[in-house]
């Protein structure tokens, strides 16, 4: 997968799991990943997207080869409750800290669409502006039925609105555009360019199908 990702043009490559966080059984099969990945010198940063993590399992996974971590903070912390319960909005600002303590980039982001009000968005700014990241991935709710969330209510005006908003609170980070952008944007999706935006996350993602990268790559 990762040889395919770096033949699309990709420059960084996720490594992602699902659950709450690293336990020592997934920190020692991510560290394995990530040597086998650089073996293969393909020339590609490697994230790590883990969950909640502490700086020790952070630093075995930096010494394997991992360059960056994934932890997004979703939303504001007065918020955040409304869409999850199993851990707390602090828990996954620490680990952001941590990351930083254990040495690696981190890339931290959020989410958009869920029912949160303006001033949740701009306070979720503010924070990941706290924590200076490298990289900041912006998502855009995908509506499913399966899920307790309000419909995403952001026109499509609104969501480049957004993006303006970010880069004025995030003036020196890359600011990439991720989930939910094909459902968003539609035909205008490569727009996004001329609101802020940097790059694009390519190919598919966690439970959804993306485009291929070549369209992307096409396109631009």
């Known amino acids: 997968e990762a040889t395919i990702a770096r033949a699309n043009g990709a420059v960084g490559f996720c490594l992602v799991t699902a659950g709450l966080g690293l336990t020592d059984k997934k920190t020692k099969f991510i560290a394995q990943a990530a040597k086998a990945v650089k073996a293969a010198n393909l020339g590609l940063r490697l994230i790590a997207c883990n969950g909640t993590a502490s700086v ?30 199993t851990h707390s909005w ?22 958009f669409g869920m029912g949160e009000t303006q001033e949740d968005r701009i306070s979720m700014l503010e924070a990941i502006n706290s924590l200076d990241p490298m990289n900041v991935p912006l998502n855009f709710f995908h509506p499913n039925e399966a899920l307790p969330i309000v419909k995403n209510s952001i026109s499509r005006e609104e969501a480049f609105d957004l993006i303006k908003l970010s880069r004025e609170y995030l003036p020196n980070q890359m600011i990439m555009i991720a989930g939910g952008r094909e459902l968003m944007f539609k035909e205008q999706e490569y727009d996004v360019f001329k609101h802020g935006a940097n790059a694009l996350v390519v190919g598919d993602y966690l439970t959804t199908a993306g485009k291929t990268a070549q369209e992307d790559i096409d396109a631009i």
């Open 56 to 85: 020790e399992q952070l630093k075995e996974l930096k010494a394997a080869g991992v360059d960056n971590y994934n932890h997004n903070l979703e939303t504001s912390r007065d918020f955040y409750p409304t869409i999850c319960t």
């Open 90 to 111: 602090d828990e996954r600002y620490q680990t952001c800290l941590n990351v930083k303590e254990a040495g690696l980039k981190l890339v931290c982001g959020g989410i």
